[in-house]
């Protein structure tokens, strides 16, 4: 009597084996296994599960060297690269001293300072955590030493950090151009002005801020400061000029922009900067290791996207999205949301990675640009490394200034509004994100 009560649970069922699937890839992440190697045994172990898929090694091999086989993937290398060198190359500081001396004289003037500086060196590096730990401690120092409290100081340096993955060079993009396979220069462009949306936002709602405590005025704009900074930046500002302008031109790809953009970086920080032999071959080890590590991931990515397909997750997913709605802005908003919550506890680069392949079928099946699906998925995971408990720039912040974890959290709190209008904006109005790249590539 009391056997009858339940049913028999087989193995084969989908549902289960897409539980499965799901669940201890979860879990395996959450007990801090890397998400390559937990992408991989996952797909290994429902490929060995009596009635699952049948396990084949040479469907594993081949699709983790054909995962990563294309020209796209030499992108990783070059711009890892350029992020590190400007990092440590002393550039840095040259930009941020020209944008201090366009904005510094207004009220407040250091805080725009900071933002403008995130939006220039965004260009450069890509990398959200490289604009925290690079000029997060530059931007801190300075607005600390003008008398600003310690919570708008780490606010606006975290917040203005999640611009660099947006503007181009970004390393996300990249990750998410190769694993939906979408052009890399078109989803460049098209991150242009939802970063620059991003900034203008956090400089209205920062200028609230600063009206309401009554900062002064910083020094007055000088011209010859103005020119001698710019004199001296110029040279580092050319590389988003040179990357960009490249692209547009049909000069090169975007792949062939970031390594002419790190052969012109070498000798820049050679000749201008403060790099030397011993330190650029650092750089170059360390962003091996890095891009080698970016590469395992997305190889495991394709196996794990080979079993998904063959589980039928891509399309059990739209069946259930477009169960709830078709309308390509309400399924917009709803992944958005389930971003919002998956980016606070995975990493913006396992996140893209473990859910690309399973979305792409799901926004061409209702109509959603995939550019603009795309640009929409990174600024929102974005959000998550600003938000607790694994966001990674919290983490940065408190390493590289004296505050607390706790400091940092509560401070970062206000700076959502800026940063959810934008989506908002972004999500609404798609040409934002899909007008440059469509203009000017086709």
């Keep these: 009597m009391i056997e009858s009560l339940f049913i028999p649970l087989q193995i084969s069922d989908p549902m289960f084996l897409a539980g499965l699937f799901l669940g201890l890839l979860l879990v395996l992440y959450g007990i801090g296994t890397p998400v390559a190697i937990a992408m991989l045994a996952t797909s290994i172990v429902i490929m060995a599960l009596p009635g699952g898929i049948d396990f084949q090694s040479t469907v594993i091999n081949s699709r983790l060297f054909n995962g990563i086989n294309s020209f796209g993937m030499l992108a990783f290398p070059f711009y890892v690269l350029l992020g590190r060198l400007m990092n440590t190359s002393g550039l840095t500081e040259d930009l941020f001293d020209f944008a201090g001396a366009l904005v510094s004289q207004f009220r407040g003037g250091i805080v725009y300072v900071n933002i403008l500086a995130s939006i220039i060196f965004s260009g450069m590096s890509g990398l959200a955590l490289a604009d925290a730990s690079g000029l997060g401690r530059i931007e801190y120092a300075v607005m600390r030493d003008h008398g600003y409290e310690k919570d708008i100081s780490l606010g606006v340096t975290g917040a203005s950090s999640m611009i660099g993955p947006i503007i181009p060079p970004s390393v996300p993009v990249i990750l998410y151009a190769i694993l939906a396979e979408q052009s890399i220069g078109q989803l460049f462009l098209g991150g242009i002005l939802p970063g620059l949306l991003m900034g203008l936002l956090l400089m209205l709602f920062v200028s609230i801020i600063v009206w309401k405590r009554g900062y002064e005025r910083g020094d007055p704009f000088s011209l010859k400061r103005a020119y001698n900074t710019f004199k001296q930046s110029i040279l580092a500002m050319f590389i988003p000029v040179l990357i960009i302008g490249g692209i547009i031109g049909g000069l090169f790809t975007a792949t062939e922009a970031g390594a002419i953009a790190v052969v012109y970086v070498t000798v820049l920080s050679f000749v201008f900067g403060d790099l030397n032999l011993g330190g650029f071959l650092e750089e170059a080890t360390n962003s091996m290791v890095e891009t080698f590590s970016l ?142 790249p469509y203009n000017l590539m086709g």
């Design 295 to 436: 590469t395992f991931i997305i190889a495991s990515a394709t196996v794990y996207g080979l079993v998904a397909l063959q589980l039928r997750l891509p399309m059990l997913l739209t069946e259930w999205i477009t169960s709830l709605s078709t309308d390509p802005t309400t399924v917009l908003f709803l992944l958005c949301g389930m971003f919002l919550v998956i980016g606070t506890f995975m990493s913006a680069t396992a996140s893209i990675t473990i859910l690309t392949p399973l979305l792409i079928p799901v926004v061409e099946g209702v109509g959603i640009d995939p550019v603009h699906f795309g640009i929409v998925m990174i600024f929102t995971l974005m959000i998550g490394i600003l938000t607790p408990p694994f966001g990674a720039i919290l983490f940065v912040l408190e390493k590289v200034t004296d505050a607390t974890l706790e400091e940092v959290m509560r401070a970062i709190v206000p700076y959502y509004i800026p940063m959810l209008l934008s989506l908002l904006i972004i999500v609404l109005v798609p040409d934002i994100v899909t007008y440059i």
